[in-house]
């Protein structure tokens, strides 16, 4: 079943998203790690999670290596995402 144009419109959307967050993360590493912060640290706060995410960021070197290690294998995950949606739209 062919997906529709809406759908691969919004998928292909949302991979924009995570590329752009993506290359926060390996050109802007600074302000990156300094929005996620202050947005955990912002009152109220919206995350149930917070103390333990924060607590993972008091290492930044850590926090920043497998940030984007984890980066790379989502990389790689949507770029094939995005081809195997392109093609079943295509065929």
Do not use: C, H
């Not at 050109?27 to 996620?36: C, F, G, S």
């Not at 912002?42 to 984890?70: C, G, H, I, T």
């Amino acid at each position: 079943m062919q997906p529709s144009l809406g759908f691969v419109f919004l998928f292909l959307l949302f991979s924009l998203l995570f590329f752009s967050n993506s290359y926060k993360l390996w050109l802007k590493t600074d302000q990156y790690y300094q929005d996620i912060y202050n947005s955990l640290t912002a009152q109220p706060s919206l995350y149930p999670f917070k103390d333990f995410f924060l607590k993972r960021m008091e290492n930044k070197e850590s926090w920043v290596l497998w940030q984007k290690v984890f980066s790379l294998i989502g990389i790689l995950a949507v770029l094939a995402a995005d081809v195997l949606v392109i093609r079943a739209y295509l065929d």
